[in-house]
């Protein structure tokens, strides 16, 4: 039987100053508090506003939709 590599390995990069593996959202290595330049980026408020306004907007049609059938006598 192989042994499973840990979840976290796949996260796993090396630090570009002390070489040292660090986890890829780090944006300073713990080793030798050099900053890194991180692959996530931080989600522009004006497109989370929109997801959020979006998202609501689904939620309410499916609350009414379940509303209106409950009351038809469909489900």
């Not at 990069?13 to 931080?42: A, Q, S, W």
Request: aromatic share 6%; charged share 30%.
């Amino acid at each position: 039987m192989k042994d499973k590599e840990p979840s976290y390995k796949k996260h796993l990069v090396n630090c570009p100053h002390c070489g040292k593996e660090i986890l890829d959202h780090m944006d300073k290595c713990p080793f030798c508090e050099g900053e890194i330049k991180g692959t996530y980026r931080e989600i522009n408020p004006k497109t989370l506003k929109k997801i959020k306004i979006v998202l609501w907007a689904v939620l309410g049609a499916v609350a009414v939709t379940l509303i209106v059938l409950k009351a038809t006598g469909v489900i």
